[in-house]
């Protein structure tokens, strides 16, 4: 159990369909993030959640769309994704504090998601 | 652009020996490096963390070494095991929260 909880597990959906990935943290955390894993490709940074706040977006294709309700729940709803959006999706939550970003990150075990 | 290299895709090793995974970065002046452990159908878990200002860092059976001189970083596993078997990550970060990850190096104990 590492204190963050993603559903689905797994997700096949096709080209013109709406979904959306859920994030829970337990951990009492101020920070949240969203990355995509591709098979042999290191873990890209998609958005970045401090206090509900966006911080970041990393150039994401708009195909994506990241919603933080409040600092225990992340979600990430997709719409008209592409084959190559196919990867693993995964959530992770630090307690950041200072502005300094060097906190652990915990991670969930992610989305797999299957574009057909 | 920041670049993060880990030694060989796969490593082997007997177990018992030491395991030596390396993390070369470029074109970054990091302030503190992260190690993770990732399994297969699993997120990473985080293993140890180092600054910059700090040389070497252990838990256990694990060792990080940190060169800021060299640009690089190495993770020991002494005493190794099967169950040490898995994707090692390491993960460059700044001020900023973000943190740049290598691709990773599979670890492959063998009994």
């Known amino acids: 159990e590492t204190g963050v909880t993603q559903t689905p597990r797994h997700l096949v959906m096709g080209m013109t369909n709406k979904k959306s990935l859920k994030c829970e943290q337990h951990?009492?955390?101020?920070?949240m993030y969203w990355y995509k894993q591709s098979a042999k490709k290191p873990l890209e940074l998609m958005f970045v959640?401090?206090?509900?706040?966006?911080?970041e977006n990393n150039s994401v294709p708009s195909r994506f769309s990241p919603e933080c309700p409040n600092s225990s729940h992340l979600f990430l709803h997709l719409h008209t994704l592409q084959p190559e959006d196919s990867a693993l999706y995964l959530c992770?939550?630090?307690?950041?504090?200072?502005?300094?970003?060097?906190?652990?990150?915990?991670f969930g075990d992610g989305t797999r998601l299957s574009i057909l | 652009s920041q670049k993060i290299e880990q030694n060989s895709e796969a490593l082997n090793i007997q177990e018992g020996k030491t395991a030596t995974l390396t993390c070369n970065y470029t074109n970054y002046s990091p302030a503190y490096l992260q190690w993770y452990r990732q399994d297969p159908g699993r997120g990473p878990v985080f293993l140890l963390l180092?600054?910059?200002?700090?040389k070497e860092k252990r838990k256990e059976r694990l060792k990080v070494t940190f060169d800021t001189t060299l640009k690089q970083s190495l993770f020991h596993i002494t005493a190794s095991q099967p169950a040490d078997s898995a994707t090692y990550l390491c993960?460059?970060?700044?001020?900023?929260?973000?943190?740049?990850f290598g691709s990773g190096t599979q670890l492959t104990v063998l009994p």
């Open positions: 959640y401090n206090f509900k706040e966006q911080t």
């Open positions: 993960a460059l970060g700044g001020s900023a929260r973000q943190l740049t």
């Open positions: 992770a939550s630090s307690q950041e504090s200072t502005g300094q970003g060097n906190q652990p990150q915990h």
């Open positions: 951990l009492g955390h101020n920070a």
């Open positions: 180092i600054r910059e200002n700090e």
